[in-house]
């Protein structure tokens, strides 16, 4: 999930799979159609999972397809896992227990200390903590495996968390935040691949026309990409007749303009397609909608579409090397490591009399446990939050069956130098679509080796590369590593040829349920408010909550849903007509 972001950024899909997308764009692909008449299949030969992570030896680079922990979670899903009937619980009754390491949770934790609750402790089902917020480290530079930025804030909300967390180092005279320089990127921002020539991108969300003009393109396409992003700048200053701002994050806090809502029930294809927007144009839509929001247009609505990239628009991209993991360290520290508890996982969730009673599965040993506390938030995806809270389904509230999520590959293929452009300088973004992938991102972007800007300096190219109409989720569980890697490595040969050579490891970073996909009516219907809602002392978290994929979609729900649990066990233990 890149993140909200201004306009800049993967103007274009080049090669072979533009005409693809084109083509079937009001169809989800197979991955046997995207690759038929391409080169064949890496095999599979090997079986479970030791062999689809092996290293083959004929490759000049070695690797690993890394995933999360899915096991358990499948059991739980499938109703095969067998949890104990009764267990004793271990340990104090908690104040609260948050479940799920990702910034949502760190959040909700983090509120739920500073509204009052001292003992607070946070299970997380793998062994690292911030979710898709993860960085590793290789060739001398963090990398991102998964998420990008951040961009100005632009609420009460996100700017008391971003001064808290040092991002905001003060307000302008006219209010606007004042953005740490050290994590605002020095530029170039991003460039896009035309026809074996890179392009420099520098729209930054005002007026695009200068920029588009200077590319190779008909008439007819420069008029489509003017009109696409002018929309964008349109609808980002737009007000409903209430008088709200048209979007925004909650969607809640937004206009409630009828004719604002119901672009909740048409597609952004079929809202493209009234635009009369060429195939270019479409292909662009493609595009950002399966990188940012996790679905093709097809998929996603209109609605959720214009809210997500309208409101990204403008600002600094704030980053640093690692892409948000940073900004989980921070959340991490906020917290306190002592209350982390890593690779265990929450597998039932239930309210008892004044308390909530969790059993825990450590997934490596598969030993359970039960532990209590006078509250709980759950920060996970709901299509597992309601496999474990059976009073859900007890409850009616069943509508986590039909969330629907996004997979995501991330290649973070590292390279003995970095390379050198066609046309333009390097960018942080690097948009040349491939079979797979959408581009590239360089690891180091924002540090003192990018300023110094050595060409021979060792890098990592981070491929990102959603599933969005491209492959399934069968298929990422299924192939192995081989599999992505040569299709990974073919897609950047193209973007940069020669950089083969170059070449020394590609990993792959596998993420099943990336983005909330946000079909017509889940933003403004009832089925994700329903999901919502507190059940017992039981809140839930997660960017789900809010319905679409961000860093500052998920913090928020983690603060939400904190203070409904604050409230909770408040309400419960002052005396009745106490003033609360």
Not at 340 to 369: C, H, Q, W, Y
């Amino acid at each position: 999930m890149p993140g909200a972001r201004h306009v800049t950024r993967r103007l274009f899909l080049g090669g072979g799979l533009k005409a693809t997308l084109v083509a079937g764009l009001g169809a989800r692909l197979s991955l046997g159609d995207l690759l038929a008449g391409g080169r064949a299949r890496a095999g599979t030969s090997g079986g479970p999972a030791a062999a689809r992570r092996r290293q083959q030896s004929t490759r000049g680079y070695d690797g690993e397809l890394i995933e999360e922990s899915y096991s358990v979670a499948h059991r739980l899903r499938d109703g095969t896992l067998e949890i104990p009937a009764s267990l004793p619980p271990e340990g104090p009754l908690h104040d609260a227990i948050v479940i799920g390491g990702g910034v949502s949770g760190l959040m909700a934790a983090w509120e739920l200390a500073r509204g009052g609750l001292s003992d607070v402790v946070l299970y997380e089902k793998e062994g690292y903590i911030g979710g898709n917020a993860r960085k590793e480290h290789a060739n001398g530079t963090d990398y991102t495996c998964a998420t990008w930025s951040v961009v100005r804030p632009k609420d009460r909300f996100l700017v008391r968390l971003f001064q808290d967390l040092g991002v905001v180092q003060g307000l302008g005279a006219d209010g606007t935040p004042r953005i740490d320089p050290a994590l605002v990127g020095p530029g170039p921002d991003s460039n896009t691949l035309i026809d074996g020539t890179w392009y420099e991108d520098a729209l930054f969300g005002g007026d695009p026309t200068q920029a588009v003009s200077r590319l190779p393109l008909s008439p007819k396409d420069k008029k489509d990409e003017i009109d696409f992003y002018t929309e964008l700048n349109v609808w980002a200053a737009k007000r409903g007749r209430d008088g709200k701002p048209a979007f925004a994050m909650p969607v809640e806090e937004g206009s409630r303009d009828p004719d604002i809502l119901a672009l909740d029930r048409i597609t952004m294809l079929e809202y493209a397609q009234r635009k009369g927007w060429g195939p270019r144009a479409l292909a662009n839509v493609e595009d950002w909608s399966t990188s940012d929001i996790g679905g093709t247009s097809s998929e996603v609505s209109a609605y959720a579409f214009l809210a997500f990239n309208s409101l990204g628009q403008g600002g600094e991209d704030i980053t640093l090397p690692g892409g948000n993991a940073w900004l989980a360290e921070r959340l991490t520290e906020k917290v306190g490591r002592d209350r982390i508890r890593t690779n265990v996982m929450a597998v039932r969730v239930e309210n008892g009399k004044n308390e909530v009673r969790i059993v825990l599965i450590d997934p490596r040993t598969e030993r359970f446990s039960a532990r209590r506390a006078r509250c709980a938030v759950i920060a996970c995806p709901k299509h597992i939050t309601g496999r474990m809270v059976p009073e859900l389904l007890a409850a009616g509230r069943d509508m986590y069956l039909q969330y629907r999520y996004g997979a995501l590959l991330m290649g973070a293929a590292s390279v003995a130098r970095t390379p050198k452009l066609k046309g333009a300088p390097l960018a942080w973004f690097n948009a040349a679509g491939g079979r797979l992938s959408q581009g590239f991102l360089v690891a180091d972007y924002n540090s003192d080796r990018w300023r110094k800007g050595d060409p021979r300096r060792p890098n990592v190219l981070c491929l990102w590369a959603p599933l969005g109409g491209k492959a399934t989720r069968a298929d990422l569980l299924a192939e192995p590593w081989s599999h992505w890697a040569d299709l990974l490595a073919d897609d950047l040969e193209s973007m940069v040829p020669g950089i083969h050579s170059d070449l020394t490891r590609l990993d792959i970073y596998a993420w099943g349920h990336h983005m909330i996909i946000p079909a017509p009516g889940f933003l403004t219907g009832e089925a994700r408010l329903s999901l919502t809602r507190p059940l017992g002392r039981i809140t839930f978290a997660h960017s789900d909550r809010n319905g679409m994929p961000s860093f500052e979609l998920a913090t928020r729900a983690g603060f939400d849903a904190a203070r409904e649990a604050i409230a909770l066990v408040r309400r419960v233990a002052e005396p009745p007509g106490a003033d609360s």
